[in-house]
């Protein structure tokens, strides 16, 4: 909707509404530019194409990964991207409607539905899309962010992207004891929302347990409850999880979060080990980024996820192909590909 016609790193085109164009996709981008629900500074409805368009390299639909020995966009993974959702930032539940119908029509074709915001509302239309797919209460949901999104009404409503996740549980599309939460931070939400979201059995990993147990450690034990009776999961990005250092261009930075590079490693490993069923990214904010970092993190963002996803196939099958030689760590440029 905002900016020139062009797809994920060069990535084929399709439309969410002719399965045929996907037919032989594993995963499908949607872009979602609403940015109606922001508290804020707004910006979002231009994340999708910036993330789409933030990269130095050849528009040419190729990014073999280098630690993981695949080429997640063509090869080892059919990657295709369906274009941008038509929203409008002032009405939200339309908005949320259209989004939801595409992300579960998707799905039901047998693609990934993978979201670019858009401000953090579009997570509730995203994740019950997906459960439409999965049935509701199956799959479990993994939140990197900053804040919780767990209030009631903001400014007089219910829809903003402060509040997606509690209409995510209160519709039963996503189990509350099923909610893991990382990278939390701040000054908010007040003692009522934490009294709720104990209610739900909701577990969220504060940004100093992350510090002091480490990421690994964390991911062991989210890892864990997200597969307890879950079929699948669904990931959800929010781009200020990380240091403003680190991503600049959103719309409620909270210093004191993740690197760059414990997110990427932490979306890798999650694709790589977990069913992932659907994902996010959201809350790149452009017109307050510098220099792109936060739309090039968020690019990167997607690529490890793919990246992770491929992997996983890759590990699953019989098959051997170059990409499944020695693990780059232990290459010391002598040995050659199979």
Same mark, same amino acid.
């Given at each position: 909707?905002?900016?020139?016609?062009?797809?994920f790193?060069?990535v084929p085109a399709?439309?969410?509404?002719?399965?045929?164009?996907?037919?032989d996709a594993?995963?499908?981008?949607?872009?979602?530019?609403?940015?109606?629900?922001? %508290?804020?500074?707004?910006?979002?409805?231009f994340?999708?194409?910036?993330?789409?368009?933030?990269?130095?390299?050849?528009y040419?639909?190729?990014?073999?990964?280098?630690?993981?020995?695949?080429?997640p966009?063509?090869?080892?993974l059919?990657?295709?991207?369906?274009g941008d959702?038509?929203?409008y930032s002032?009405?939200?539940?339309?908005?949320?409607?259209?989004i939801?119908d595409?992300?579960?029509?998707?799905?039901?074709h047998?693609a990934i539905?993978l979201?670019?915001g858009?401000?953090?509302?579009i997570?509730?239309p995203?994740a019950?899309?997906?459960?439409?797919?999965?049935?509701?209460?199956?799959v %479990?949901?993994?939140h990197?962010?900053?804040?919780?999104d767990?209030g009631?009404m903001?400014?007089? %409503?219910?829809y903003g992207?402060?509040q997606p996740m509690?209409?995510?549980?209160?519709s039963?599309a996503v189990?509350g004891?099923?909610?893991?939460?990382l990278?939390?931070?701040?000054?908010?939400?007040e003692?009522?929302?934490?009294?709720?979201?104990?209610?739900?059995?909701?577990?969220s990993f504060?940004m100093?347990?992350?510090?002091a147990r480490?990421?690994?450690a964390v991911?062991?034990e989210?890892?864990?409850?997200?597969l307890?009776d879950?079929?699948?999961?669904f990931?959800?990005?929010?781009?200020?999880v990380?240091?403003?250092?680190?991503?600049?261009?959103?719309?409620?930075?909270?210093p004191?979060?993740m690197?760059?590079r414990?997110?990427?490693?932490?979306?890798?490993?999650?694709?790589?080990?977990?069913?992932?069923?659907?994902?996010?990214?959201?809350e790149?904010s452009?017109?307050y980024?510098?220099?792109?970092?936060?739309?090039?993190?968020?690019?990167r963002?997607?690529?490890e996820?793919?990246a992770?996803?491929a992997r996983r196939?890759?590990?699953?099958g019989?098959?051997?192909?170059?990409?499944? %030689?020695t693990?780059?760590?232990?290459?010391r440029?002598?040995?050659?590909?199979?």
């Open positions: 909707m905002y900016g020139p016609d062009f797809t790193n060069g399709c439309d969410w509404r002719e399965p045929e164009t996907y037919a594993d995963v499908v981008i949607i872009g979602a530019p609403f940015d109606g629900g922001t %508290s804020h500074r707004p910006g979002t409805r994340g999708p194409a910036k993330i789409r368009g933030s990269d130095y390299l050849s040419d639909g190729q990014r073999p990964h280098l630690a993981m020995r695949v080429e966009l063509a090869t080892d059919v990657v295709k991207d369906a959702v038509e929203v002032g009405e939200v539940l339309r908005s949320c409607q259209a939801e595409a992300v579960a029509f998707v799905a039901t047998g539905p979201i670019l858009g401000d953090h509302t997570t509730w995203d019950t899309g997906v459960s439409r797919h999965t049935g509701a209460g199956k %479990s949901l993994i990197f962010d900053a804040h919780a767990t009631n903001t400014f007089g %409503s219910l992207h402060g509690r209409r995510l549980i209160e039963g189990r004891d099923r909610f893991l939460q990278g939390l931070r701040g000054y908010w939400p003692p009522e929302t934490l009294d709720w979201m104990a209610d739900q059995h909701m577990k504060h100093s347990e992350i510090v480490g990421l690994d991911l062991d989210a890892f864990a409850i997200a307890d879950c079929d699948a999961v990931l959800s990005v929010d781009i200020d990380c240091d403003p250092a680190h991503a600049p261009g959103t719309g409620t930075p909270e004191g979060g690197t760059a414990q997110l990427l490693d932490a979306v890798s490993r999650i694709c790589h080990e977990l069913p992932v069923a659907g994902m996010d990214v959201v790149v452009p017109p980024d510098h220099a792109e970092i936060t739309a090039l993190l968020a690019n963002v997607v690529l996820a793919l992770g996803m196939r890759m590990d699953a019989d098959g051997v192909t170059w990409r499944r %030689s693990p780059l760590l232990e290459n440029g002598t040995e050659k590909p199979d």
